[in-house]
């Protein structure tokens, strides 16, 4: 079947604005299998891997151990009884309370970085008694109806408003604008600790300590959200060990699954837990945490430790960096700006007609980067954390080159919108 014909169904089939989207960007080649950082469509044109499916991969596609893990698990028992003690989710969960910072011990398991996000919440009103939660401007912590109303962007929000939690927004990174708005009646501040989807937005230094300092103080609780940021992604285990800070509960998705499945996971302390002393069953989910998803998210967790995948983001993230920032000195016409720790990079075009030039010149070159989904001037650059120097260097190489190529476009452009 031709490529067109395969869009078609996908417009016929599954999202018709969407499908518009990709045509438009000349988006039609059908993904066909993966290996590492590389993914080779149905036509068998490889591509550089570094969006990784929106942070998912942070050990490349279908990573040998990961595999292994999932094989094992596969051919003794998948899914759960659910009545039977399970040792998989155990084993899960006692890894998560080693490598957590702080006092964070105990784990829900779920599907979905939102799921993880909706327990979070749920935790924090049962274990404060209170309504109000306290979230950033250009958060994005998924799309079910809990989480989309801690999630910032209108255009996503408006629509669903009447069904929303009790929940004000405040600037990201204003320590001063947190502190006002977290009262006595605030259950939890919810916050990515380097914003994602808002284009990679890096808080100031004294941030975080403070948003952990007033929660304290105030008697309400500081969810972070990992989901985009855990697993090694910035530099480190979790994000927050960057600053130092332990938060109440820890949200994480994506990575967990060790690019193979998804699992989401909710961690937290004693105290939020307490929840479910009396009401054991107060949040459920039949498929959360079942053996096969938890069989390969241990292994996805030891693998980011024992491969020092923290180490090698930092690492390749520097480098990555500096080539992005030379490429923002020589054409900042094209490149505004470029944020972010580790392998968790945003590339600021200086508009979203410039951004959408660059992407589609960094996809014709065969590298893969994502869009923010809440800025769209802003391209990631996410590679899976193992990727090889070599390729991470072709990468880059690519990058430059079609920033090379949109730099005349935007030059005119600038000059145009100057005149
Ligand atoms: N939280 C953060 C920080 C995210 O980046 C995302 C997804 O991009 C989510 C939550 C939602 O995760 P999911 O799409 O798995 O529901």
């Known amino acids: 079947m031709g490529e067109e014909d395969f869009l078609s169904l996908y417009e016929y089939h599954l999202n018709p604005g969407l499908a518009r989207v990709f045509r438009f960007m000349g988006l039609e080649a059908v993904e066909g299998r993966a290996e590492g950082a590389l993914v080779w469509d149905e036509d068998g044109n490889a591509y550089i891997d570094c969006g990784s499916g929106y942070a998912v991969m942070n050990l490349g596609h279908r990573h040998p151990r990961v595999v292994a893990a999932l094989e094992r698990q596969l051919q003794k028992m998948p899914l759960s009884t659910r009545l039977l003690l399970s040792r998989p989710q155990v084993e899960l969960a006692e890894l998560l309370a080693a490598v957590a910072p702080g006092r964070l011990r105990y784990s829900f398991f779920s599907n979905s970085g939102a799921e993880a996000v909706e ?180 292994e996805a967790i030891r693998v980011v430790r024992e491969e020092d995948l923290p180490g090698e983001a930092e690492r ?41 030039a660059l992407l589609e010149a960094i996809l014709r070159r065969r590298v893969i980067v994502v869009p923010g989904l809440n800025d769209f001037r802003v391209l990631r650059f996410a590679p899976p954390l193992n990727i090889p120097d070599g390729l991470l260097e072709e990468a880059l190489g690519r990058v430059a080159e079609a920033v090379e190529e949109v730099a005349p476009l935007a030059d005119a452009l600038a000059g145009a919108s100057a005149e």
């Open 119 to 298: 327990a979070a919440l749920k935790l924090a009103r049962l274990a404060t008694g209170r309504l109000k939660v306290v979230a950033a401007r250009g958060a994005f912590h998924g799309k079910t109806l809990g989480a989309l109303s801690v999630t910032w962007n209108p255009a996503y929000r408006n629509p669903f408003k009447d069904l929303f939690l009790h929940v004000e927004h405040v600037p990201y990174g204003e320590a001063e604008a947190l502190e006002r708005a977290v009262d006595e009646e605030t259950a939890a501040v919810i916050l990515e600790p380097i914003q994602g989807e808002a284009g990679v937005v890096v808080p100031p230094d004294d941030y975080l300590p403070r948003a952990r300092r007033v929660t304290q103080e105030r008697g309400a609780l500081l969810i972070l959200d990992e989901v985009q940021t855990g697993l090694g992604r910035t530099g480190r285990m979790f994000a927050c060990q960057h600053w130092g800070v332990v938060p109440d509960i820890l949200c994480l998705a994506k990575a967990l699954g060790g690019g193979i499945l998804p699992v989401g996971a909710t961690v937290g302390t004693r105290e939020v837990f307490r929840v479910f002393e009396d009401q054991p069953l107060i949040h459920t989910s039949t498929l959360g945490g079942n053996p096969l998803a938890c069989a390969v998210a241990a």
């Open 316 to 356: 390749k993230g520097e480098k990555a960096l500096g080539v992005f920032r030379e490429l923002a000195v020589k054409h900042p016409q094209v490149v505004r700006e470029v944020r972010g720790r580790g392998l968790l990079i945003g590339i600021e075009a200086r508009d979203s007609g410039v951004g959408g």
